[in-house]
């Protein structure tokens, strides 16, 4: 296991950890095992998801192998602060669509004693850092980085390639929109995007 046994025991304060990586990589999967873990050892768990993520189930953090874990959907980062008390452990799903309020709520969690467990993308479909994660990532004890598989040379996939002309940056998805590609195809197909986009064959 990744955590380090606590040497100082006086020490009450908790930690974060990040899940982060590509669609279709994993994070969500990670996040539920590590959360139904935690259940299973009988500490208070809650699970946190933005409200506008819908796809597959309204209240259930669901991974796009269908295993799942009830969630409470919220609109905002700062309902987490108030739900979340009395808690052993929160888990936050599709962190990045969360306002920025989500770094010092998670930092705030952690220093009352909480195990924060976040996952979500660490880049957006144009190859940036998505939202919030940097900062999450940065003030995190824990970074866990997961990869796909590039749909298009097979080898470790780490960006979120859309494939439709939609700009928003905001766009919930499946493999009908996204596919997960290595560097090198998501260097080639944002190549071939931007000919196209000039009018180039």
């Known amino acids: 296991m990744f955590l380090e ?3 100082n025991h006086k020490e009450q304060f908790g930690w974060i950890e990040v899940i982060c990586g590509s669609m279709f990589s994993g ?9 139904k873990r935690a259940q299973f050892a009988k500490q208070k768990v809650e699970i946190f998801k933005p409200a506008i993520d ?8 669901v991974s796009h192998d269908a295993n799942e874990i009830r969630s409470t959907p919220v609109p905002a980062a700062a309902n987490i602060a108030i739900l979340a008390q009395g808690c052993d452990v929160v888990g936050i799903d599709e962190a990045q669509f969360f306002d ?5 709520i998670c930092n705030d969690l952690a220093n009352q004693g909480i195990r924060v467990i976040v996952a979500g993308l ?3 479909f144009k190859g940036n850092p998505f939202g919030p994660m940097p900062a999450l990532m ?4 824990y970074v866990t980085k997961v990869h796909a598989v590039c749909t298009r040379t097979g080898n470790l996939a780490n960006y979120s ?3 439709n002309d939609n700009d928003k940056l905001v766009m ?17 197909a944002m190549r071939e995007e931007q000919k196209k986009s000039n009018g180039l064959k």
């Not at 819908?54 to 953090?61: G, I, K, P, S």
């Not at 920025?100 to 010092?104: L, R, S, T, V, Y």
């Not at 560097?183 to 080639?188: D, E, I, P």
């Open 100 to 104: 920025d309020e989500i770094i010092k």
């Open 172 to 188: 919930l998805g499946e493999t009908e929109e996204y596919e997960p590609l290595s560097r090198a195809a998501y260097y080639h």
């Open 138 to 141: 940065a003030t995190a004890e």
């Open 54 to 61: 819908t796809r597959y189930d309204e209240a259930m953090v």
């Open 122 to 124: 660490d880049m957006d």
């Open 5 to 7: 046994n606590t040497v």
């Open 161 to 163: 390639f859309r494939k």
């Open 27 to 35: 994070k969500t999967e990670e996040l539920i095992r590590r959360l």
